[in-house]
């Protein structure tokens, strides 16, 4: 049975158009890849029935998949509201990641306190390559702290993430994944069919493709 939350979290996405398909006009990504999609679950935080839902998701992702942290970290920038949000849900420090460090005063890469030794779960909005991800776990690793996870609303599920994450021996439990996205797409009819299969193909590879 497909996950309750997954298709719940893709419907609102696609209803606030958190995630815009569009197969005949491509969007051009930060990396240079056209996309016949685009995310950007910020969105989600101006509809608070969505966002309060995706806190709650959340929590129970990482009490499920994780068990309660010492410590809730977020990803910059993205992810920082949904984690602080997470954080005060389960009552506990929150501290976030920065690309890279600050270039001036303490030069900090993560904000906030944490301390060696403590348990950390790490929220992330989106994960496509999953590149960025992975320097936020790595950076809690060399500031001691063991990293239990991460969990994020949306994943494209490109292998070059999954071999990352594995890599990494970081585990990564997303709420919805563009497989469900997709279905709850063509269920609502926000595709054609033809559409759909051009959607398919693009998640094969991405950086070659073109429209």
């Given at each position: 049975?497909?996950?309750?939350?997954?298709?719940?979290?893709?419907?609102?996405?696609?209803?606030?158009?958190?995630?815009?398909?569009?197969?005949?006009?491509?969007?051009?990504?930060?990396?240079?890849?056209?996309?016949?999609?685009?995310?950007?679950?910020?969105?989600?935080?101006?509809?608070?029935?969505?966002?309060?839902?995706?806190?709650?998701?959340?929590?129970?992702?990482?009490?499920?998949?994780?068990?309660?942290?010492?410590?809730?970290?977020?990803?910059?920038?993205?992810?920082?509201?949904?984690?602080?949000?997470?954080?005060?849900?389960?009552?506990?420090?929150?501290?976030?990641?920065?690309?890279?460090?600050?270039?001036?005063?303490?030069?900090?890469?993560?904000?906030?306190?944490?301390?060696?030794?403590?348990?950390?779960?790490?929220?992330?909005?989106?994960?496509?390559?999953?590149?960025?991800?992975?320097?936020?776990?790595?950076?809690?690793?060399?500031?001691?702290?063991?990293?239990?996870?991460?969990?994020?609303?949306?994943?494209?599920?490109?292998?070059?993430?999954?071999?990352?994450?594995?890599?990494?021996?970081?585990?990564?439990?997303?709420?919805?994944?563009?497989?469900?996205?997709?279905?709850?797409?063509?269920?609502?009819?926000?595709?054609?069919?033809?559409?759909?299969e051009v959607l398919k193909e693009w998640r094969i590879n991405p950086a070659g493709w073109k429209r």
């Amino acid at each position: 049975m497909e996950d309750e939350v997954a298709l719940k979290v893709a419907e609102f996405l696609l209803q606030i158009k958190a995630v815009k398909l569009q197969p005949s006009q491509p969007f051009t990504w930060a990396s240079g890849w056209k996309s016949p999609i685009y995310c950007d679950n910020r969105i989600t935080l101006s509809h608070p029935e969505i966002r309060n839902y995706i806190c709650r998701s959340l929590v129970k992702k990482i009490e499920q998949e994780f068990g309660i942290p010492d410590v809730v970290a977020a990803v910059a920038t993205a992810a920082i509201a949904q984690g602080a949000l997470v954080s005060e849900a389960l009552k506990l420090p929150f501290v976030y990641v920065r690309p890279k460090a600050k270039d001036h005063g303490m030069e900090n890469l993560i904000e906030g306190e944490v301390k060696a030794g403590q348990s950390v779960v790490v929220i992330e909005d989106l994960v496509s390559t999953g590149q960025s991800s992975i320097k936020a776990v790595q950076a809690l690793r060399d500031a001691g702290c063991i990293v239990k996870g991460m969990v994020c609303i949306f994943t494209y599920g490109f292998k070059t993430a999954e071999d990352s994450f594995e890599a990494a021996d970081c585990k990564l439990a997303p709420l919805c994944s563009y497989d469900t996205l997709l279905k709850k797409a063509a269920e609502k009819n926000y595709v054609k069919e033809s559409e759909l299969e051009v959607l398919k193909e693009w998640r094969i590879n991405p950086a070659g493709w073109k429209r």
